[in-house]
């Protein structure tokens, strides 16, 4: 078997939190900001990214009258009561246990997410992370020095597993997020994403000899002859 590691995003990707950022995202624009649309094209650059680098981009492009400290608490407040009741993606739990039961792969998180919001996040899902991921790293980690879609938090994840990253398969939904694991060498990346990012992410330049993309519509679809 070539593939030992799989890495798994987690927001949008685990668990079906990336519509709650995206609501809130609004909210804060048209209370504080320009009240303009928080498109397509904004949620592409900042999807995956770590969170003082999305807050700033959102601060900027949307003219909101706050500062990063205020707009980040404001935030983090309205996402914590959504967080408590997230749920699974589609599919999530049956792979993660197949992978990490039927094939023996170790497998880790991935979040550009800080600690305390993994927390929160995992609240009524502790159990499941703790029976099948061997590795959590979060987006505040000190050794990680660029986030997605810098390969550096894959990386990290492949090390500390005990593998090279071109022994890995990564899971994501994220543009950013998709180019960090491809820049990660990779052997294999899986994108779910969002339809209205699909076509940027099978636009992606790459070398297909070192990495396997595979874009899927749901984990439903995942072909486990690609470990």
Request: hydrophobic share 35%; charged share 30%.
């Amino acid at each position: 078997m070539s593939i030992k590691a799989a890495l798994f995003d987690l927001d949008g990707t685990l668990l079906d939190t990336q519509r709650l950022y995206d609501d809130v995202n609004q909210q804060l624009i048209n209370e504080y900001g320009n009240k303009k649309e928080y498109d397509i094209e904004s949620r592409k650059e900042v999807l995956g990214r770590p969170a003082p680098f999305v807050n700033k981009y959102l601060l900027d492009k949307f003219e909101i009258k706050l500062s990063l400290e205020e707009y980040s608490k404001i935030k983090n407040e309205r996402l914590i009561e959504l967080f408590k009741n997230c749920k699974p993606m589609e599919g999530a739990k049956e792979i993660t246990g197949n992978l990490k039961k039927k094939y023996g792969l170790k497998l880790a998180v991935c979040t550009s997410s800080p600690r305390t919001l993994w927390d929160i996040k995992i609240n009524n899902h502790k159990e499941w992370f703790k029976d099948d991921f061997d590795l959590i790293i979060t987006g505040d980690d000190k050794r990680i020095k660029k986030g997605k879609p810098n390969p550096d938090i894959f990386i990290l994840a492949a090390q500390e597993l005990g593998f090279k990253p071109e022994e890995c398969i990564v899971f994501e939904d994220a543009v950013n997020g998709v180019e960090a694991g491809i820049n990660s060498q990779a052997k294999v990346v899986v994108a779910i994403p969002n339809p209205n990012f699909r076509k940027n992410i099978e636009n992606l330049e790459y070398d297909k000899n070192k990495t396997k993309l595979c874009i899927l519509n749901s984990f439903n679809d995942f072909d486990y002859s690609l470990i």
